[in-house]
């Protein structure tokens, strides 16, 4: 245990515990959890979005990837999700915030059931979500484990439960305003630590000519745009990662969260900013870490993801290393706080209103599902790991591919039906449960470096033009008015 | 002024053509199509104004086609070589200096051009008619 690290993420710890405290006392209704009481300005917002898409995956995983193959995933993943804020800004910023504006809408399942006039719709959407979020949790469980190991050196175990409570703490008593707020801090870490490790990382490697010189020298593809990876997988994250960002839900509930549509304005630049500025973390140490393994000068890594973690803790002063753990931490906290209110609310709101009922004090009921996603999640990835496994794929793709056409295409096009959109979030949840499974089993249906997400989510978006032009009303029925305001955009 | 359907085919028409690629396996066929899609996407999300303002079709048009001409100029360079040439670009290799210094940059662009042309007055108006229940009239 390094003191400078421990005594830097101790206080990263602590900040989170004390904003937990704050929100906690600022969070007096349902819609204070849910929807941070639609109080938010900007840059909150803006950062907050960038967290929640920004998780352990886009940095561990990603500087694993690069360091392995090259560039090839940034190219295909890292690169579009800047995009995806955009995309998303303009095809439904407006348009959700509008939908917020008519009253009593805290999730997307309420956006749907207006939109839709339909309880099934919202009920389907919201057991897609609970899903993901169960999955999305357990990973973000064992994620925690790992990093608290490495910074406390206590088991993967004890770092989970250790993470857990001060996630819990936050999370139970502040709901989404802890949430946004933690991320807010989160997302500042992760923008600082990325300029300064950048440099950094071009330093150690000798400059970035060097760097490209050495990559060349074992493999001239380590130094192309594409690595190693195939251009058909590339394309399809390009795709997937792109337009499925205004699938995510994590993110695009947000937009229920600000106070004034004004806000919208430069969000979409500030989210998009602060994540291609973390991309240069990934990419400067993925690069960097191969080239100095080239050279012989990097330790052993018993998988590339620790390739992140190891670069830091080797090759940085112990300060810079425990920023970039803290950033770590955060970013994978950021992403479950995110999750687990989502998962509340679907649980707690919009299942239950599916079937007709109405959950009285629904503030009480969201802080214990809350607890009781955070302790099952918990038991799923310490005694369940397969589960957990299964549940994982429910990632970017599934959310991309069953809300993706649902809530954004449904708020653009006028012809969109219920039917519709039933239609895409089935498809959507089952081809890509389905193609996985099949996959973990050695069952491979897709032509090779096809992306399950992205055939998903391309299928899923024909399904819910198709269906719902089949099953265009056979007299026009006029759609209620502030939908129909809210949609124009 | 909802979105035509037209431009709803449009969108399908070519998701489906990057269906097909990736049946094919060409991730010319998959990408080439999403890059228009990218411009149809924006054009969907700024119908209102576009329909009030034609003008403003530039917005879709110069994203959607600065990806085209930078993964065309892409495709080009690395045809023959993975790097894109020999020379250096800020130390990195064309076909990477590219990707870094052009097409995630754009990403950051098409936000910033998002922020530009947003129009306080229509929000204005959008918000009043929320709050003096205008909108449910």
Redesign the interface.
């Known amino acids: 245990m390094n003191v400078t690290i421990v005594s830097i993420v101790g206080f990263y710890l602590l900040v989170c515990i004390l904003i937990g405290v704050w929100a906690t006392r600022r969070t007096k209704s349902a819609s204070d959890f849910l929807v941070a009481g639609r109080s938010l300005g900007m840059f909150v917002m803006a950062i907050a979005a960038f967290t929640s898409i920004q998780s352990g995956f886009g940095l561990l995983g990603g500087a694993g990837q690069t360091f392995t193959g090259g ?1 090839g995933f940034a ?1 295909g993943v890292l ?2 999700a ?2 995806g ?3 998303t ?4 910023g ?1 348009r959700i915030w ?1 939908m917020g ?2 009253g009593d809408v805290f999730t997307l399942g309420d956006v749907v059931e207006k939109r839709y006039n339909s309880r099934a719709v919202r009920g389907w959407l919201g057991f897609a979500i609970t899903l993901g979020v169960i999955g999305y949790l357990g990973t973000q469980v064992q994620a925690m484990g790992v990093i608290m190991h490495s910074i406390f050196g206590v088991s993967p175990a004890v770092g989970a439960l250790i993470g857990l409570g001060i996630l819990a703490f936050y999370s139970v008593g502040g709901g989404i305003i802890a949430s946004v707020y933690t991320d807010l801090f989160q997302g500042v870490i992760m923008i600082i630590v990325s300029i300064v490790i950048f440099f950094f990382a071009l330093n150690v490697g000798g ?6 010189e050495t990559l ?1 020298s074992s493999d ?2 380590l ?4 690595g190693n990876f195939s ?2 997988t ?3 994250w ?2 997937l990662f ?2 499925g960002a205004a699938g995510q839900p994590h993110f695009i509930n947000k937009f229920l969260m600000i106070k ?3 806000e ?3 969000g ?2 500030t ?3 602060a994540y ?1 500025i973390t ?1 240069l973390l990934v ?1 400067s140490i993925g690069l960097t870490a191969r080239s100095l393994q080239i050279q012989g000068r990097f330790p052993e890594v018993a998988s590339a993801d620790d390739s992140l973690v190891v670069f830091v803790t080797t090759f940085t002063p112990s300060i810079i290393g425990g920023l970039v753990l803290a950033g770590l931490l955060a970013a994978i906290m950021s992403t479950g706080s995110g999750f687990v209110t989502l998962g509340a609310a679907s649980l707690v709101r919009d299942i239950p209103r599916a079937f007709g009922k109405e959950i009285k004090n629904e503030l009480l009921w969201n802080r214990v599902v809350v607890f009781v996603l955070l302790v099952v999640s918990t038991l799923f990835s310490f005694y369940m790991d397969t589960l957990v496994a299964l549940l994982g794929v429910f990632g970017w793709g599934t959310f991309a591919a069953a809300v993706f056409p649902a809530v954004v ?1 449904g708020l ?4 969109a039906t219920k039917q519709g959109a039933i239609t895409s979030i089935i498809l959507g949840v089952s081809l890509n449960f389905a193609f996985e499974i099949l996959n973990k089993y050695g069952i491979t249906l ?5 992306v399950v997400g ?2 998903s989510l ?2 899923s ?2 399904g819910f ?1 198709v269906v719902s032009l089949m099953t265009q009303p056979q007299e026009s029925a006029e759609m ?3 939908p ?6 | ?3 035509s ?1 037209r431009i ?1 085919y449009l969108f ?1 028409g070519l ?2 053509l ?2 097909v ?3 094919l ?4 066929l ?2 080439y199509p ?1 890059l228009v ?2 411009g149809v ?2 054009t ?5 104004a576009v329909r009030n303002r034609p003008a403003l079709l530039w917005v879709p048009i110069s ?1 959607a086609g600065g990806y085209i001409v930078l993964f065309v100029t ?1 495709d080009l360079i ?1 045809r023959n070589d ?3 040439g020999s020379t ?1 670009v ?4 064309p ?2 200096a ?3 210094l052009g ?6 662009i ?6 530009l042309i ?1 129009d ?1 007055g229509d ?1 204005e108006e ?2 009043n ?2 709050k003096t229940g205008e ?3």
Do not use: H
Request: net charge positive.
């Open positions: 560039m190219a690169i579009a800047p995009l804020f955009a995309l800004w303009f095809l439904v407006k509008a504006e008519m400059g970035m000519q060097n760097i490209t060349q001239p593809l130094a192309s745009p594409f251009l058909i590339i394309a399809c390009f795709l792109s337009l004034s549509a004004k919208l304005r430069w979409a630049f989210a998009g900013l291609a991309v990419v295409l653009v096009w006028k012809r897709l032509p090779e470096g096809v992205a055939i391309v299928i978006i024909l033009v209620e008015q502030p129909l305001k809210a949609m124009e955009g | 002024m909802y979105v359907d709803m399908s998701i489906v990057s269906l690629g990736m049946f396996q060409s991730w010319r998959i990408l999403y899609v990218i996407a924006i969907i999300g700024i119908w209102k994203v892409l690395t993975p790097a894109g250096y800020l130390g990195m290799t076909g990477l590219l990707y870094l097409i995630l940059p754009l990403a950051v098409a936000s910033l051009i998002y922020a947003f306080p929000i959008m918000e008619e929320f909108a449910a009239k």
